[in-house]
């Protein structure tokens, strides 16, 4: 594992001018006046859930971009409460650091990056005049304790985990000219932005497993296990299947027994899992939890 620990400020200051190059205000970034194309799909087909299934072959090309809008703003949503969630806990890492410190201002930085981003999905919704989708209320109480006692390896793994799959879904986004414009754009500025949040959380991770003890290590494997796979439990509000004329219930187990969706789980967990296998927070109980969720076999 001390292979992977690089000097903290040294990496801070880096990230630091690597947001002083590449930062972006969306709102003057985006062209939000740009109307939709009703031809063009808002995901790369192959992503959507019902991709390969009787069902999508049945459905017309307009339902088809349909049901790609509608789990675009399910995702969205998701992602607004997974980095208003990493802003909230970031303030409590930050409240006893040394603000002169170039690891305290990247961090500021990153939970200004995290604002916009919110704001900028926010304006995606609006535009896409979707129903609110989101994690269910339960979810929602149970996020408000992991914000207040989160913290270690497993704050570090369900942020890397919810980062890595919007970056994996967001750059087969940004790379089809198929997509609607505007989405591509807002995956765009993601995507740079986040490669610098992606850095700093992986290296965080390693520094905060050092020396840890046996009974602490189970403790990050549960919980990690737990709130690391919500994050792919909830991408897909059940609800988004009534604009196919589908109930919540019968869309959601035709999606959950679909080889295609299910090999689309695996693609978003690609990357991180390994990571995190290396690292052994991916063992023990909990191994049951991330297979469950599709990313890892």
């Known amino acids: 594992m001390a292979e992977h620990i690089k000097d903290r400020e040294t990496t801070a200051a880096r990230l630091l001018r ?3 190059r590449t930062s972006f205000d969306p709102i003057t970034e985006i062209d939000w006046d740009t109307p939709f194309d009703p031809s ?4 790369p087909f192959e992503r959507v859930s019902l991709y390969g299934t009787p069902v999508w072959e049945r459905l017309t ?5 349909e049901l790609s809008k509608h789990e675009l703003a399910s995702a ?13 806990m970031f303030m409590r890492v930050l409240y006893d650091l040394d603000p002169r410190a170039a690891h305290a201002q990247f961090a500021l930085t990153e939970v200004g990056d995290e604002t916009r981003h919110s704001v900028m999905f926010g304006r995606l919704l609006s535009a896409l005049g979707t129903p609110d989708y989101g994690v269910p209320p339960l979810a929602r109480t149970f996020t408000r304790l992991f914000k207040a006692i989160g913290s270690g390896p497993s704050m570090w793994a369900t942020f890397l985990v919810g980062e890595e ?15 609607q414009p505007m989405v591509r754009a807002i995956s765009r500025v993601h995507v740079i932005e986040e490669a610098r949040h992606v850095r700093y959380a992986r290296e965080e ?3 905060s497993m050092a020396g840890m003890r046996r009974t602490a290590l189970a403790r990050h494997r549960l919980v990690a296990g737990v709130t690391g796979t919500a994050v792919m439990e909830f ?16 869309g959601r187990a035709i999606a959950l027994a679909n080889p295609h969706f299910l090999e689309t789980r695996h693609w978003l967990g690609e990357k991180i899992m390994p990571f995190l296998t290396d690292l ?12 469950h969720a599709g990313l890892i076999p």
């Open 165 to 179: 799959i919007f970056d994996r879904l967001q750059r087969a986004t940004m790379a089809d000219e198929g997509v």
């Open 205 to 207: 991770i390693v520094r």
């Open 18 to 20: 690597s947001s002083e």
């Open 235 to 250: 991408l897909i509000d059940p609800e988004v299947y009534r604009c196919v004329g589908l109930t919540p219930e019968a």
């Open 61 to 65: 090309e307009a339902q088809r971009v």
């Open 40 to 43: 063009m799909p808002y995901l």
């Open 280 to 291: 052994g927070l991916v063992a023990g109980p909990a191994t049951r939890l991330w297979r």
């Open 76 to 88: 969205t949503a998701v992602g607004i409460w997974l980095e208003m969630t990493l802003m909230h």
